[in-house]
């Protein structure tokens, strides 16, 4: 990952006042809890991604707008970006909405129903969102036990999983509706985890998703997996958040395997193809979670088509491949795949 960014900090700005067709989506879940560095980020990192965004004339919008514009083939304004958060944790109200409430920008909270319902130390109240959606603030649907969805339990077959999945993905949308009002219909996958079936119900019950792997909106991402960057201590440097608000996505049309769920092969194949645009292919580089750059394979001479493999077995949880190249104006470009180790 530190790999990737210190190549992108290399090129300038691009100039301003171009219509484009991405956006950027950052994720984030607490503020200022410094004790939970995997998923908080520094109150002083947020308040410097802020005054990045300001100083650089950054177009904040609600992350549906972006995906309306994308979907309909809408150009963008230059320099438009989301900021979504995650699971619902006090410090959203006390630490964020603050700040983002004085600059009038708009935010999405993905909102597990049960940690508010149950009043749980560290959320948010009821109240407390109303408030914020007073100002600007929209809530979406996170499920209602922030359960890990893609894992059955004990003796449960295909047919019982799915009913209980989608049951709590539909109670989590209904209290959220009656608490709320209407929302936007944005699923986010409890810890970013997803397999083919998850989903098909998902996009069924109606839903554009997103997952915790990073990249940018545009046309070529999937609806039924979006991505967004992660922020937080680790990854929240504001060099690091400049070089992914800049950010482009890989002009992917199709790999495989889609379904990011492993059981048995922990070194699996990733094969990208790739549309036909100024890329520097050859530029082409690509990371696998905790191993470092690896080799990429072209498969033809265009190349069109190429493959990554991990070098060493993925271990139990969440991996990714990342894969980043450079254009001709050296702007850069993003593609992550997710990978889900489950114990057999």
Not at 131 to 141: D, V
Not at 234 to 241: E, S
Not at 308 to 326: D, M
Request: aromatic fraction near 12%.
């Amino acid at each position: 990952m530190v790999g990737i960014i210190a190549a992108v900090l290399l090129p300038l700005m691009p100039p301003q006042g171009r219509a484009e067709d991405h956006g950027v989506a950052f994720m984030y879940h607490r503020f200022g809890e410094d004790r939970f560095p995997s998923t908080s980020v520094r109150l002083e990192q947020f308040e410097a991604h802020l005054e990045f965004l300001a100083e650089n004339d950054f177009q904040v919008w609600p992350v549906s707008r972006i995906l309306q514009h994308v979907e309909r083939g809408e150009a963008l304004p230059e320099r438009t970006v989301a900021i979504t958060i995650d699971d619902a944790y006090l410090s959203v109200y006390t630490e964020a909405y603050p700040r983002l409430k004085a600059r009038g920008w708009p935010f999405t909270v993905f909102v597990a129903s049960d940690s508010v319902d149950r009043a749980l130390q560290g959320f948010m109240s009821w109240e407390h969102m109303r408030e914020m959606k007073r100002h600007g603030a929209s809530f979406a649907n996170h499920s209602a036990t922030h359960d890990y969805l893609v894992r059955r339990q004990p003796g449960e077959d295909e047919q019982q999983w799915l009913a209980r999945v989608r049951a709590d993905i539909e109670r989590g949308e209904q209290r959220l509706r009656a608490e709320l009002g209407p929302g936007p219909a944005l699923f986010a996958y409890p810890y970013g985890e997803y397999n083919t079936a998850l989903a098909e119900l998902v996009a069924e019950l109606g839903y554009t998703a997103f997952g915790q792997h990073s990249g940018v909106l545009s046309r070529y991402a999937d609806k039924r997996a979006l991505p967004r960057f992660p922020v937080n201590e680790d990854y929240g440097a504001p060099q690091d958040f400049a070089a992914k608000a800049r950010m482009r996505a890989l002009p992917v049309v199709r790999y495989t395997p889609w379904d990011p769920v492993l059981s048995a092969d922990r070194q699996p194949v990733l094969t990208v193809e790739l549309a036909p645009t100024d890329l520097l292919r050859e530029e082409l580089t690509c990371y696998v979670s905790g191993q470092g750059r690896v080799d990429v394979t072209w498969l033809d001479q265009d190349r069109i088509h190429f493959t990554v493999q991990a070098p060493k077995a993925l271990p139990t949880g969440r991996s990714r491949y990342n894969c980043t190249a450079p254009d001709r104006q050296r702007r850069f470009y993003w593609f992550s795949h997710q990978w889900v180790v489950v114990q057999p």
